[in-house]
């Protein structure tokens, strides 16, 4: 949390980040799960009704993008932004899932774009990945089938 770069956080590195953590001019990406979002809520003294409200100023509190995963996925930024994410498939909600999913995040920053497009694209990505391997896959699967859903958008 320390370093100049961008960072995705995923699963236990949500429980560290603390509001002096994300006063740097360096993007970050928290990608939590319903309980994580509540535990950052509570953190960052947001209160809101509901997924996306609760994302959304999240986002706005804390300067993070917020890729909240769920049945119903969706990114929102600092400045307001949402996007709502694809369907996902119900075996989406595999164990390892959601470590691949921030690869892909991550793997969207390292080539250079925004930390929003980045989350949107790594959604998308995942999503369309998941199509890819059918119902019954684990997390490894799902990240060979990432490739796969990269050619797609060519």
């Known amino acids: 949390l320390s370093s100049d770069h ?11 980040v603390e509001p002096a953590d994300v006063e740097k001019d360096h993007a970050i990406i928290a990608t939590p799960h319903d309980g994580e979002l509540d535990a950052l809520c509570r953190r960052f003294a947001v209160i809101a ?13 804390s300067g993070m993008v917020v890729l909240a995963k ?4 969706f ?13 996902a498939p119900s075996w ?11 690869g892909i995040v991550a793997s969207r920053l390292a080539v250079g774009a925004d930390p929003f497009q980045a989350a949107c694209e790594g959604l998308w ?10 119902p019954a896959f684990t997390a490894d699967d799902l990240a060979a089938r990432v490739s796969d859903a990269v050619a797609d958008c060519l």
């Open 6 to 16: 961008a960072l995705v956080l995923d699963a236990d590195a949500l429980h560290l």
């Open 125 to 134: 990505l995942q999503t369309r990945a998941a199509r890819r391997a059918g």
């Open 75 to 87: 990114v929102a930024s600092p400045s307001g932004a949402i996007a709502i994410g694809p369907a």
């Open 49 to 61: 009704e509901g997924r996306m409200a609760k994302a959304k100023a999240l986002a706005a509190a």
């Open 70 to 73: 769920g049945p119903d996925s």
């Open 92 to 102: 989406l909600s595999v164990a390892g899932s959601g470590d691949v999913l921030a």
